[in-house]
């Protein structure tokens, strides 16, 4: 990596504030999807922050002009002080949105959060049937649950946002999922193919789809959209398709430092919920305010800008559009982050995109074969 000679952004000028501010309340979850983008060795952090604490964090994110903010995790319900969270958002004028497993939730909560301010909820499911939702969720009675839950969602006068995040062992199920919202009578369907981090990483053969699989579950979305309009449904579907299926990466993050703040479960701040695996030392809520972090730390600054970049990136014209993509992605598939996101064709390294693609042609890899998230596979991880 580069000695990183970027100038602190404040002192620069160059930086606005960040606008959304996501609050990793918790690393515990009562779920062990094999695709968790948290840390491999999330068991080894520190304590979580305390409620003053992230009354704290919440209250400098506003000052400094954060808009919006999410909860998440791990499972942030586990939280018991998320009500006095969301209302300490409310207060602050912060848009507020839970991202939940719906683990742990009752109607009761719903109501209390609804109470609080909450302004949005998100649940996720992980296939359309209980025997594979519960299986790759590692729990018996998730399905039921999440259904339960989506319901009491669109009851309490929230809209309906589900997610699922799609792989190769349900996106064959793309009618089915598309059909049991349809029949929940969601509003928004997120149908997200997994992106390769923490967990999804490790499993990545098991869980990338072929292309074959990618261009059907496409084609299968596109004609449930067209049945959906004729029969004047207004559900919203999103595919988010795979950068691996790319020829240039994504704009991660809308660029490094940028618009996205992160405060993980221990109050480390981060550029992006992966960041975390990076070498770079990130500073600590705990330990400096959050303008500080934002603007003068040097993890906030060093891919800021692009004189950090090598080539190909730094004589591309379009570095501008994409900022070299995800230094998370270029880090995990070279070794090096300052690295162009090898999805791009033009990186040296885009061969290694080329691999994961023919082994997805061929993988056999079942369910029964993936690493499931949980505290006891993370131990193994830290302890090596
Ligand atoms: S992806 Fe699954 S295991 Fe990870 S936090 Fe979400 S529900 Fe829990
Ligand atoms: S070479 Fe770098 S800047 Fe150019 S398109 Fe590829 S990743 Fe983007």
Same mark, same amino acid.
């Given at each position: 990596?580069?000695?990183? /000679?970027?100038?602190?952004?404040?002192a620069?000028?160059?930086?606005?504030?960040? #606008?959304w501010?996501?609050?990793?309340?918790?690393? +515990?979850? /009562?779920?062990?999807?094999?695709?968790?983008?948290?840390?491999?060795d999330?068991? $080894?952090?520190?304590?979580?922050?305390?409620? &003053?604490? @992230?009354?704290?964090?919440?209250?400098?994110?506003?000052?400094?002009?954060?808009?919006?903010?999410g909860?998440?995790?791990g499972?942030?319900?586990?939280?018991? !002080?998320?009500?006095?969270?969301?209302?300490?958002?409310?207060?602050?004028?912060?848009? *507020?949105?839970?991202? %939940?497993?719906?683990?742990?939730l009752?109607?009761?909560?719903?109501?209390?959060?609804?109470?609080?301010?909450?302004?949005?909820?998100?649940?996720?499911?992980?296939?359309?049937? /209980?025997?594979?939702? $519960?299986?790759?969720?590692? *729990? +018996?009675?998730?399905?039921?649950?999440?259904?339960?839950?989506?319901?009491a969602?669109?009851?309490a006068?929230?809209?309906?946002?589900?997610?699922?995040?799609?792989?190769?062992?349900?996106?064959?199920?793309?009618?089915?999922?598309?059909e049991?919202?349809?029949?929940? !009578?969601?509003?928004?369907?997120?149908?997200?193919?997994?992106?390769?981090?923490?967990?999804?990483?490790?499993?990545?053969?098991?869980?990338?789809?072929?292309?074959?699989?990618?261009?059907?579950?496409?084609?299968?979305v596109?004609?449930?959209?067209?049945?959906l309009?004729?029969?004047?449904?207004?559900?919203?579907?999103?595919?988010? %398709?795979?950068?691996?299926?790319e =020829?240039?990466?994504?704009?991660?993050?809308?660029g490094?430092?940028?618009?996205?703040?992160?405060?993980?479960?221990?109050?480390?701040?981060?550029p992006?919920? *992966?960041?975390?695996?990076?070498?770079?030392?990130?500073?600590?809520?705990?330990?400096?305010?959050?303008?500080?972090?934002?603007?003068?730390?040097?993890?906030?600054n060093?891919?800021?800008?692009?004189? @950090?970049?090598?080539?190909?990136?730094?004589?591309?014209?379009?570095?501008?559009? &994409?900022?070299?993509?995800?230094?998370c992605?270029?880090?995990?598939?070279?070794? $090096?982050?300052?690295n162009?996101?090898?999805v791009? *064709?033009?990186?040296?390294?885009?061969?290694?995109?080329?691999?994961?693609?023919?082994?997805?042609?061929?993988?056999?890899?079942?369910?029964?074969d993936?690493?499931y998230?949980?505290? =006891?596979?993370? +131990?193994l991880? #830290?302890?090596?």
């Amino acid at each position: 990596m580069t000695d990183n /000679p970027n100038p602190t952004a404040k002192a620069s000028g160059r930086i606005g504030p960040p #606008f959304w501010l996501l609050a990793e309340l918790t690393y +515990r979850c /009562p779920l062990q999807c094999p695709y968790c983008s948290n840390p491999l060795d999330f068991d $080894n952090t520190r304590q979580e922050l305390t409620t &003053d604490e @992230w009354v704290r964090v919440l209250r400098q994110g506003r000052e400094m002009g954060a808009a919006q903010l999410g909860f998440s995790g791990g499972e942030p319900l586990v939280r018991q !002080d998320l009500a006095e969270l969301i209302a300490e958002a409310r207060h602050l004028g912060y848009y *507020s949105n839970l991202i %939940t497993s719906g683990l742990g939730l009752t109607e009761a909560k719903v109501q209390s959060f609804q109470n609080a301010g909450l302004d949005h909820i998100q649940v996720s499911f992980q296939a359309s049937d /209980p025997e594979l939702n $519960n299986a790759v969720a590692g *729990s +018996r009675k998730a399905f039921e649950q999440k259904l339960a839950m989506a319901r009491a969602v669109k009851d309490a006068g929230y809209p309906m946002v589900l997610n699922f995040v799609i792989h190769r062992h349900n996106i064959h199920q793309m009618n089915d999922i598309i059909e049991l919202c349809d029949r929940l !009578d969601a509003d928004y369907v997120e149908l997200a193919t997994c992106q390769y981090y923490g967990w999804a990483f490790k499993n990545r053969e098991g869980l990338m789809p072929s292309r074959e699989q990618l261009v059907k579950a496409e084609a299968e979305v596109n004609a449930c959209r067209e049945r959906l309009a004729a029969a004047g449904s207004l559900m919203k579907l999103i595919f988010v %398709t795979p950068d691996y299926y790319e =020829e240039r990466p994504k704009a991660c993050m809308n660029g490094w430092g940028s618009l996205f703040l992160t405060v993980a479960p221990d109050g480390t701040a981060l550029p992006c919920h *992966s960041a975390r695996l990076l070498p770079i030392d990130f500073p600590n809520v705990r330990e400096s305010g959050l303008s500080s972090i934002w603007y003068d730390s040097a993890g906030f600054n060093y891919y800021r800008g692009d004189s @950090w970049m090598p080539e190909p990136c730094r004589s591309c014209d379009e570095k501008g559009k &994409d900022f070299g993509g995800c230094r998370c992605q270029a880090y995990l598939l070279t070794g $090096n982050a300052d690295n162009a996101d090898p999805v791009c *064709s033009k990186s040296p390294h885009h061969d290694r995109i080329l691999a994961a693609r023919r082994a997805a042609d061929h993988a056999t890899t079942g369910l029964e074969d993936l690493t499931y998230r949980n505290p =006891e596979n993370s +131990r193994l991880f #830290f302890r090596g």
